[in-house]
């Protein structure tokens, strides 16, 4: 079993930056694949990022692409998603997840563990 905790998420104007931390205990998440994903009111669970279990390959859904940034330390067992240039619609319950794929898989279903969720609101 892994656990993982997310915390980060908090109120934020448009334009600014939050990040997030998902921190794991009961395993090492080097043998993990790890991604956030996000949900909002009314929508349906969406892939945000994700990380292969080395951390040399990455995916970033298209509208984030060159606002986040993923990244993972497997000696402090801690995954980062750097949020930048926030906007009203990245407001969501953010999910941190592991998977035991070695790649870096966007599918929700490949994933094995789950956070219980930090809430980003990006105000315009």
């Known amino acids: 079993q892994v656990q993982l905790v997310e915390s980060g998420g908090g109120l934020v104007q448009a334009g600014g930056s939050l990040r997030l931390s998902c921190a794991a205990s009961?395993?090492?998440?080097?043998?993990?694949?790890m991604g956030w994903f996000r949900q909002a009111p009314g929508k349906e669970r969406e892939s945000v990022a994700a990380i292969n279990w080395s951390g040399g390959s990455t995916y970033y859904t298209d509208p984030v692409k060159g606002r986040f940034t993923i990244s993972r330390d497997n000696a402090k067992n801690t995954v980062t998603l750097q949020m930048n240039s926030l906007k009203p619609e990245d407001t969501a319950v953010y999910y941190c997840?592991?998977?035991?794929?070695?790649?870096?898989?966007?599918?929700?279903?490949?994933?094995?563990?789950w956070g219980q969720g930090t809430q980003v609101t990006v105000s315009s």
């Open positions: 997840a592991a998977s035991r794929s070695m790649s870096a898989p966007s599918s929700a279903g490949r994933y094995d563990f």
């Open positions: 009961g395993r090492t998440l080097s043998n993990f694949a």
